[in-house]
C-alpha cells in the first residue's frame, strides 16, 4: 500500500509540476510556443486554450475532494496527450516527450486506482 502511494504521488507530482510549467509557456506566449505553434500552423489563440484547460486540469489533479473531478482531469490530459502525440507525428516534429507523459499520466492513473481501491 505505501509502495503504491510512493509511486502514485511520485508521477502525480512530475506530471503535475511539468503541465503547470506548460501551462504557464503556453499562457505566457513563450516564443518557443509561439514559433512551434506557426510551424504546426495552429492559431495563437489555441495556446491560451489550451494553456488554461492544463492549469484547471492540474488542480483537478492534485485536488482530494472530487474523485469525480479527478476522473475527468485524467480524461482531458488523456485527450489532449493523444492529440498531441498525433499532431507531433503528423507534422514530423518530436512526439516523444508527449508521449512519455502520457506514459506518466498512465502510471499515475493506474497507481490512483490501486491506492484508492485499497482504501474503499
Known amino acids: 500500500m505505501k509502495t503504491n502511494k510512493i509511486i502514485y504521488w511520485t508521477r502525480q507530482g ?3 509540476a511539468f503541465m503547470l510549467m506548460s501551462a504557464y509557456m503556453y499562457l505566457s506566449h513563450n516564443a518557443k510556443i509561439v514559433d512551434a505553434y506557426k510551424e504546426i500552423g495552429f492559431p495563437l489563440f ?13 488542480i483537478g489533479l492534485v485536488q482530494p475532494y472530487f474523485p469525480k473531478l479527478k476522473e ?5 490530459f488523456t485527450f489532449v496527450l493523444i492529440g498531441a502525440v498525433s499532431t507531433h507525428i503528423i507534422t514530423a516534429t518530436g512526439f516523444v516527450p508527449a508521449l512519455v507523459f502520457l506514459l506518466i499520466l498512465a502510471t499515475s492513473y493506474f497507481f490512483n486506482m490501486k491506492v484508492n481501491s485499497a482504501k474503499a
Do not use: R
Request: charged fraction near 5%.
Open 46 to 58: 489555441f495556446a491560451n486554450i489550451l494553456g488554461t484547460a492544463k492549469l484547471l486540469g492540474v
Open 72 to 76: 475527468w482531469a485524467y480524461a482531458g
Open 14 to 16: 512530475i506530471f503535475s
